[in-house]
């Protein structure tokens, strides 16, 4: 997904949560400047930042790729972020909170109506 894209669908779920720039800038922690750029697709948005987005505009992560993403783009998605930790050490830990998650969520999924 390019910059334009990925800004578009920020912008659409920004405006049904009645958000101005500011407001989304203020809970991500970035000025109306960078939520405007990464809007028009002139600022690249980090795979870091796509799950704070995600929690303030209350959609889930692969809202900003509905339609785009193949399950090798999921596994590249993942994996990048991963490899870039500093030691293995991060990365076992990494893993430990991915399983538990997992679980948290399958316990979750097996208990609703």
Same mark, same amino acid.
Do not use: C, F, N
């Given at each position: 997904?390019?910059? +334009?894209? $990925?800004? $578009? @669908?920020?912008?659409?779920? @920004? +405006? @049904? @949560?009645? $958000?101005s720039q500011e407001d989304l800038g203020q &809970?991500?922690?970035?000025?109306?400047r960078a939520i405007s750029e990464y809007e028009s697709g002139k600022r690249r948005v #980090?795979?870091?930042?796509?799950?704070? #987005?995600?929690q303030a505009?209350?959609?889930?992560?692969l809202y900003f790729f509905e339609g785009e993403l193949a399950e090798v783009d999921l596994d590249h998605? #993942?994996?990048e972020p991963f490899h870039r930790l500093p030691s293995l050490d991060y990365q076992q830990t990494l893993v430990n &909170?991915?399983?538990? #998650?997992c679980e948290a969520i399958l316990r979750n999924e097996h208990s609703s109506p």
């Open positions: 997904m390019d910059s +334009e894209q $990925l800004g $578009l @669908r920020i912008k659409q779920a @920004r +405006e @049904r @949560r009645a $958000l &809970l991500v922690e970035k000025d109306q #980090l795979a870091i930042d796509l799950p704070v #987005l995600a505009l209350e959609v889930p992560i998605a #993942l994996l &909170l991915l399983y538990q #998650l």
